[in-house]
């Protein structure tokens, strides 16, 4: 229990020291929300082919669901890395309870940043791009919650994987591109050849995409929707069974990855580091 | 004296390579130790094994009555671990870090007596990013002390440290060891450092221990040369000898009576030391 309260405060802070870092906060918070702006801006009035929805409405929910994704299996595993290379893991390592601290710590920051993030998005679509609020808030709720569950886990387990935070960044990056564009999250998904629809059906992203676009869009963009449903129950039980995949997945790999570490470790790394 | 630290035929193999090769330790409640040794001797796996932080291939290990591999919380609460590559919690404030990492033990050290007594006081709201590299090392040490430990590990302690700085921090920890009772497991490169700390010392050379005890007992062990010196026929005279006592009588018997000028030198820690690795080379 109190690993558990350390490490939520321990996020908190974290998040607070992430506003108050003018770089930190310009690059990840502003950076996204203003490239959101700018993009409604630019086409947000247009309709998405063939519906009366405006791309507006669409992108809400694509972004919506991209930043979940991103903050979970991006940003966060890029955190631990850089945790690790910094020694902060080791030093969690070093005291009582530092661990499970630790790793509440860094879940409680990456849950702070996505809400502030999504409720940013969301004035930002309302107030920018005229978007209404969702028409289903209990499903934005749920989706958004089940969502973040289901890319938490993972994305600590894909932390513990990566070699570096240097060449991480490249080995997350680049999938994580590669999946935004036939996940249905930019554009409707059913504008792709079936065999990239199943693809994008087999990974988070186009159903966290999915649920979301639930909340926001009328039953007229259907049409636009594989089998023509919102297929809610589909949406719970893949983001489900991420979940328990990464809850599968993520404990011993990060008892792998702290057992591991060491000052001798940490010392290889940092003088690795310097020679690159 | 009970004893904190215990290893009994301890060996590590990385692959082909025995990196340990049966040492055997022991050390004493509130005794500032030294493990010295050159590169590649074994110091920082012996020292992360008796830490928690690296598995053993054989040997017997214990370390507050526990062995590391089996140590829980309760155990590492009585640890205390100061190492010389942290870079980390760049963006927390100092005073923050102390208050965050105090939170982990039941009964912590006052964050600001703790700061004071490290000379950090007036550092207390810098982020730790900006603090200067002994500013820094000094946090490290505070935040390994802050939950009272009972054994202390520290890894090259004063590197950066001005030399005020490593006189204050010296003082700090013989201060710690001798008020409260404070074990403290100290590995450095800095001869002058453990011989002016440690209460013994142990030399580790080609994965075993070599010698181990007080500087005057290396020096023994290690036949290093001690120098002695007189003035005979308006001249200085100086011989080397491992038994600096005997020449004396030799020589007060030779002049039947006081010596001149007799001075005798007994060998430094260092000179130990480079006896001992110069042999083994």
């Not at chain 1, 299996?73 to 850089?82: A, D, G, N, W």
């Not at chain 1, 693809?199 to 049409?223: E, N, T």
């Not at chain 2, 054989?58 to 009555?65: D, F, N, Q, R, Y």
């Not at chain 2, 006081?258 to 030391?273: A, M, N, Q």
Request: hydrophobic share 45%; proline share 5%; charged share 20%.
């Amino acid at each position: 229990m109190r690993a558990l309260r350390i490490g939520m405060r321990r996020g908190w802070a974290e998040h607070m020291h992430l506003l108050r870092n003018r770089r930190e906060l310009i690059g990840t918070l502003i950076g996204a929300v203003g490239f959101f702006a700018l993009m409604l801006l630019w086409m947000g009035d247009r309709p998405v082919k063939g519906t009366d929805v405006s791309n507006a409405t669409f992108m809400t929910a694509g972004f919506l669901a991209f930043t979940v994704f991103s903050n979970g299996l991006m940003t966060l595993p890029l955190s631990l890395v850089t945790d690790r290379e910094e020694g902060a893991l080791l030093r969690l390592r070093a005291v009582p309870g530092g661990i499970p601290a630790y790793l509440t710590g860094r879940a409680v920051t990456v849950l702070c940043q996505i809400a502030l993030q999504s409720a940013l998005l969301v004035a930002t679509a309302v107030l920018v791009g005229g978007v209404a609020p969702p028409r289903d808030w209990l499903t934005l709720a749920w989706v958004l919650v089940l969502g973040t569950v289901a890319v938490v886990p993972l994305g600590a387990a894909i932390g513990c994987l990566l070699p570096s935070s240097k060449s991480g960044a490249g080995m997350v990056a680049l999938p994580m591109m590669l999946l935004l564009v036939p996940s249905g999250v930019m554009f409707p998904v059913t504008a792709m050849p079936e065999a990239i629809q199943w693809v994008a059906q087999a990974f988070p992203l186009y159903w966290q995409g999915l649920g979301l676009r639930a909340a926001f869009l009328p039953d007229s963009m259907l049409v636009a929707e594989i089998a023509g449903s919102w297929r809610l129950p589909y949406v719970a039980a893949v983001l489900g069974a991420w979940t328990v995949a990464g809850m599968l997945l993520a404990p011993g790999l990060i008892r792998r990855m702290t057992r591991r570490e060491s000052g001798s470790r940490l010392a290889e790394r940092q003088l690795a580091t310097q020679a690159a | 004296m009970s004893t904190a630290v215990s290893v009994r035929g301890l060996r590590m193999r990385y692959g082909a390579a025995d990196v340990l090769r049966g040492v055997d330790l022991e050390i004493r409640r509130g005794e500032i130790f030294t493990l010295l040794g050159p590169n590649g001797a074994g110091k920082t796996t012996t020292i992360e094994i008796l830490e928690g932080f690296r598995r053993r291939s054989a040997g017997e290990v214990s370390v507050l009555g526990t062995d590391p591999e089996k140590g829980g919380d309760d155990w590492r609460a009585r640890l205390g671990i100061v190492l010389q590559n942290w870079r980390d919690h760049t963006r927390w404030g100092v005073r923050e870090l102390v208050v965050h990492l105090s939170r982990f033990y039941d009964a912590p050290r006052d964050p600001g007596e703790l700061l004071a007594s490290v000379g950090l006081t007036e550092q207390a709201g810098q982020q730790v990013g900006r603090l200067s590299g002994g500013q820094r090392r000094r946090l490290d040490v505070a935040l390994g002390i802050i939950g009272r430990p009972e054994l202390l590990f520290l890894d090259e302690p004063t590197t950066g440290f001005d030399p005020q700085a490593r006189h204050e921090f010296h003082l700090l920890l013989t201060r710690l060891a001798a008020d409260d009772g404070m074990t403290v497991v100290l590995t450095t490169h800095d001869l002058a450092e453990a011989e002016k700390l440690a209460h013994r010392t142990a030399i580790l050379v080609g994965g075993r221990i070599a010698v181990c005890g007080t500087p005057g007992e290396l020096a023994r062990e290690v036949q290093a040369q001690s120098s002695v010196r007189w003035i005979e026929d308006g001249r200085e005279r100086v011989l080397s000898t491992p038994d600096p006592s005997r020449s004396a009588w030799e020589l007060h018997r030779r002049f039947d009576g006081p010596v001149p000028g007799l001075e005798i030198r007994r060998p430094s820690l260092e000179e130990s030391y480079l006896e001992l690795i110069g042999r083994a080379a």
